[in-house]
């Protein structure tokens, strides 16, 4: 009566084995339990049978269609898992060690940058900061640099054109904009909007038209220092020197100054030391920085009484004071990004 109901189950079973795709699969599920499937179209012989036979058919038929059903889906939860190992890769042993990691470090300047702010900041003072573009008049006017000093020649400095507008950067006047050549604009600008007391320290980027080279780029960076107060002497100068350089260096450090000029103090001075730990420049005297009191017109420009206040201030540039504690002789290994290099800090 109905020719599918012997060997029903074992024929699916079969055909469903070696199926390895869905595609193939919808298409054999389509063959028996689809709208033209077999099953279907077994049903449909029911108009043919008598009333007294139509109940046992439809039996069997709902029997054979619970087997089918369940051999398919037993296929299609086979087929998913067999998918989802692929997407997954090879099982993970969860009892085996987990790879090593591999951690970040800290940039050498970063390290110097962080170490000088540690030695400054347990003495009073703060940091300040400032835009990397500047105007001419904070980079050189207000430091009472004349007009003919050759760092306000555009072969020095780097000036932007003149039909630029920086709105984050406040001018003083109609002076030309330049990417800062020092930090020195951060005193400036402080020293007009605080009050003496003031005891800050100023790192930032800075720009040059320099020739890279092992000792030279035309982006660096700098940190300097600026104490205003009543009574500041050369005296309180050479202490703070002498109490940064060997908190860095180790307290076997001496410093000695060498008159020089700058034009935003007077006097001025060049900062040698020496120490041990220095590599090939143990206990040898190296220039270190610039310093010196800071030039009563640089207090007048920013309305300070000069006759009232006084005070000092230095500064040094980061490359080289990493140099000199890491015992580097390249100062492009700084920018290079190259992990043989870093990995060592």
Not at 113 to 137: K, N, V, Y
Not at 166 to 171: H, N, P
Not at 326 to 333: A, F, Q, S
Request: with cysteine; proline share 6%; glycine share 6%.
């Amino acid at each position: 009566m109905f020719p599918l109901s012997d060997n029903l189950a074992d024929e699916v079973g079969k055909k469903l084995a070696p199926i390895t795709s869905m595609g193939a699969f919808e298409e054999l599920k389509a063959s028996y339990l689809g709208s033209n499937g077999s099953l279907r179209r077994a049903m449909r012989e029911m108009a043919n049978l008598t009333p007294e036979e139509r109940p046992q058919f439809g039996k069997q038929i709902n029997h054979l269609k619970a087997i089918v059903e369940r051999l398919f889906q037993e296929k299609l939860e086979a087929l998913e898992a067999l998918a989802m190992s692929h997407m997954m890769g090879e099982p993970v042993d969860i009892s085996l060690n987990s790879r090593e990691r591999v951690c970040g470090m800290i940039h050498p300047l970063t390290r110097i940058w962080q170490r000088l702010e540690d030695i400054f900041h347990s003495i009073g003072f703060a940091t300040m900061d400032g835009p990397e573009i500047d105007t001419e008049w904070f980079c050189f006017d207000a430091l009472n640099t004349p007009s003919s000093h050759p760092a306000r020649e555009p072969l020095d400095t780097f000036f932007l054109p003149e039909d630029i507008r920086v709105r984050t950067t406040e001018k003083h006047g109609q002076e030309p904009y330049l990417l800062r050549s020092h930090t020195s604009t951060i005193q400036i600008r402080t020293m007009l909007r605080e009050k003496p007391p003031i005891r800050i320290i100023a790192p930032g980027r800075t720009f040059r038209r320099d020739t890279m080279d092992a000792t030279h780029s035309a982006n660096f960076h700098q940190l300097e220092v600026l104490y205003i107060d009543e009574g500041v002497t050369i005296c309180d100068l050479k202490s703070i020197l002498d109490f940064f350089l060997k908190a860095l260096f180790g307290p076997q450090t001496e410093t000695r100054l060498r008159p020089s000029f700058f034009p935003f103090t007077e006097p001025s001075f060049e900062v040698d030391f020496r120490s041990s730990g220095l590599h090939n420049l143990n206990h040898r005297w190296i220039e270190i920085l610039g310093c010196g009191m800071v030039h009563p017109n640089v207090l007048e420009n920013v309305h300070i009484d000069g006759k009232r206040y006084g005070g000092f201030a230095m500064g040094l540039g980061l490359e080289r004071l990493a140099m000199l504690f890491y015992g580097i002789d390249d100062v492009r290994l700084f920018y290079q990004n190259d992990l043989r290099f870093l990995e060592q800090f």
